[in-house]
């Protein structure tokens, strides 16, 4: 007897045992709560011409996107409420201000082309990580094309590029990303016609992709979009009427590369081309091509960046932006054969105010191929434009 009793409490103990390391077990395993974040940025900056109208009808500044109002001006708020669960998550990306109304200017369609509430409407999307290697995200996002982006946190000088200006800004649809290897990735997405983001009004798609190589020292992302962005290719679903015609289809190619050349100095340089073809007209029953070449533009930007100090940084930005065959009518100056560029020369400073603040002061000059594009304070015609700009970017 004295055996059956220690052989039962010694199965007991173990027992207990067993199960007391089970649930240790249990609680080491209790996975980390997900995040919920708000982050932005609020900006505001002066600006004036030199030799240049500052007021009225003839005030002037360059056709590419941000920083171009006279005066003490804003720039834009930005908040962004993030959830990051383990698998999945969301971001509702909102803006305030003059930037940011330019940046989502394809966005007020559901108020019939009044101001609604999609009108502050940067980003919004969610996304779900389907394993170590793909993640899927559904919604509008910004655009994965360029050297610069929206918020000017993340843009070393204040204004913008030309082609940065003229790519797309914002994309709605779906996109898969790929972790290929620890340096190499792809992503593939299927879209709304660019910039359009609350639905789709045109009832065309547009396909994107983008791979990209990174290491510690920089990376180098190689971008494309494709489609038919103005719908009205297809006459059977009542894209053209009798006399109208259609653009063709638009292709764009984006190369985008930065790296470190020295703790102290960095080089990023930007080049893409964009062309969509002649398309169509309709004539009585029948869509006929439209004779002649595509029209686009195409450029080239290079980012040199030189850390002085912890707190400031000086930046030079060449950018040479070129249209071609009517290709963006009126942002540059153009022969008779809608043929024109510009060349600009931006130089920015950085300089850190504690952890938050910078401030931004930038010297800019743009000169067109044409003589007549700008005006001079005599407003006779000009080629080139000057210009000052300081700007105060505050980040949380």
Known sequence: MKKIQLLIFASLFSISTLSFGQEVIIVEEEKEPSKFSFSGSVDAYFRTNFGAPNKGENFQAPASSFGNLPGFSLGMANIIATYEGEKVGAVADLVFGPRGEDAVFGSPLYAGGMAGSSQIVNQLY???????????????????????????????????????????????????????????????????????????????????????????????????????????????????????????????????????????????????????????????????????????????????????????????RGEYFSVFNGGLDGVVGTDANGDGNVFAVTLSGNAKIGKNLTLIPELRLDTMSEEDYFLNKDLAGSKSLSSFLLAAVFSF
Request: aromatic share 16%; hydrophobic share 35%; no cysteine.
């Open 126 to 316: 969610v996304y779900w990580n389907v394993s170590d290697v793909v993640t899927l995200t559904f919604g509008n996002f910004n655009t994965f094309l360029g050297y610069e982006v929206i918020s000017p946190t993340a843009n070393f000088n204040y204004s913008t590029s030309y082609m940065f200006s003229y790519g797309p800004f914002s994309h709605t649809g779906l996109k898969a990303d790929f972790a290929l290897s620890d340096k190499w990735s792809l992503m593939t997405a299927v879209m709304n016609p660019t910039d359009m983001t609350e639905f789709n009004l045109n009832g065309t798609y547009t396909l994107g992709a983008q791979l990209g190589y990174s290491t510690d020292a920089g990376s180098t992302y190689l971008n494309f979009v494709y489609g038919d962005q103005d719908g009205k290719l297809d006459v059977d679903q009542g894209g053209l009427v009798n006399g109208q015609s259609s653009l063709g289809t638009t292709f764009q190619v984006d190369l985008t590369t930065g790296f470190n050349l020295t703790e102290a100095l960095y080089l990023g340089v930007n080049t893409t081309y964009n062309t969509t073809a002649a398309g169509e007209v309709f004539n009585g029953s029948d869509a006929q091509d439209i004779d002649g070449d595509g029209s686009g533009f195409y450029g080239f930007a290079g980012y040199l960046q030189a850390s002085t100090s912890e707190n400031f940084a000086i930046g030079l």
